[in-house]
């Protein structure tokens, strides 16, 4: 299949250099920016952040993270990801990416599934969900992160299968997977004080699934500072401390036993996505939008003020 399939999506090896030269601008610009390795994928890709502290910000300032595309065909979140980057280096960057980048330490892990990735571009984007989604072992990473002690799972759609070739297949067991496993080392070792995870298609916010009150009131506030931030386009706050279940996802994880605030950001709305195809002619255009700027715009100074947000509150326990 040709490039050009998912114009103007970048290739795995595009996504690469790309991240290389940007992360030279910004230590040219004066940013102590570090590469970092953490792990590799089944299929032996390197597993990838960029640390980033602004001239002056010292490195015992609190540390936070934007992780994206832990599902394959999700680019969008990649673009946003990238384009944080791209702003931190920008005259004119979004208040609070400049607020943020004055307090903190910004960590970006713009692919976690870099096996996905490259099958969804050799593919051209076509193929079912779980063939796309999953990593090279077939498992839903964003079903692969243990369950907080104590809880339970329910048999509610979505909550994680453990069936094989289902689109949320969970896996063998909670971190049998190295994209997961060598993530959570990586959330262990760096005591992230919040993240913001992106994928798409949805036009939602899910924070980390809390029962308790403060919690669940923080989360809210949290939230509306993304929201509040969000250039044109809001997300609607997804959250019930009833209605709701633990699925092995990476938000719960973080925030019940890393002690991290956590949010899952599915941009590119619903209604955007079918406004650009009511058939998509290839899965891909469901989850992508074909001009991935504007939702950069709209959704990257929300995730700056999420985390910026959050810097003003003790890390959850
Ligand atoms: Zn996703």
Same mark, same amino acid.
């Given at each position: ?130 063939? *796309? =989604?999953?990593? #090279?072992?077939?498992?839903?990473? $964003?079903?692969?992160? @243990?369950? !907080?002690?104590?809880?339970?799972? &329910? +048999? ?121 195809? *009511? =058939?998509?002619? #290839?899965?891909?255009?469901?989850? $992508?939008?074909?001009? @991935?700027? !504007?939702?950069?715009?709209?959704? &990257? +100074? ?16």
């Amino acid at each position: 299949m040709t490039s050009a399939a998912l114009d103007p999506y970048p290739s795995p090896e595009q996504r690469e250099r790309e991240a290389d030269e940007r992360a030279a601008k910004l230590v040219a610009a004066g940013f102590a920016c570090e590469r970092v390795e953490y792990g590799q994928s089944v299929e032996g890709r390197p597993l990838r952040a960029i640390a980033l502290r602004a001239p002056g910000v010292g490195d015992s300032a609190p540390k936070v993270l934007v992780c994206a595309n832990i599902h394959g065909p999700e680019f969008i979140g990649n673009r946003i990801a990238h384009g944080l980057l791209a702003a931190a280096l920008a005259p004119t960057a979004p208040a609070p990416l400049t607020a943020l980048l004055a307090r903190a330490q910004l960590w970006i892990a713009p692919c976690l599934n870099p096996d996905g990735y490259a099958r969804t571009w050799a593919r051209a984007g076509r193929g079912a969900l779980p063939e *796309l =989604r999953h990593n #090279a072992r077939g498992v839903d990473l $964003n079903r692969n992160w @243990p369950l !907080p002690a104590g809880a339970r799972r &329910l +048999p509610l759609p979505g909550a994680g299968s453990d069936r094989p070739g289902d689109a949320t297949y969970r896996g063998a067991a909670p971190l049998s997977e190295p994209e997961t496993a060598s993530l959570d080392a990586l959330l262990a070792a760096q005591g992230f004080h919040a993240s913001a995870n992106l994928h798409s298609f949805m036009g939602t916010l899910f924070p980390a699934r809390v029962c308790d009150r403060p919690s669940f009131v923080a989360y809210r506030q949290l939230c509306r500072a993304l929201r509040a931030n969000q250039a044109k386009t809001r997300y609607l706050r997804l959250a019930s401390r009833l209605f709701d279940t633990f699925t092995g996802e990476q938000e719960d994880h973080q925030h019940h036993t890393r002690g991290c605030w956590s949010v899952c950001v599915e941009s590119f709305p619903l209604l955007a996505s079918f406004r650009q195809h *009511l =058939r998509a002619p #290839a899965l891909f255009w469901r989850f $992508n939008p074909h001009d @991935p700027r !504007p939702w950069v715009d709209n959704d &990257l +100074p929300g995730v700056a003020a999420f985390l910026l947000a959050s810097l003003d509150r003790p890390a959850p326990r």
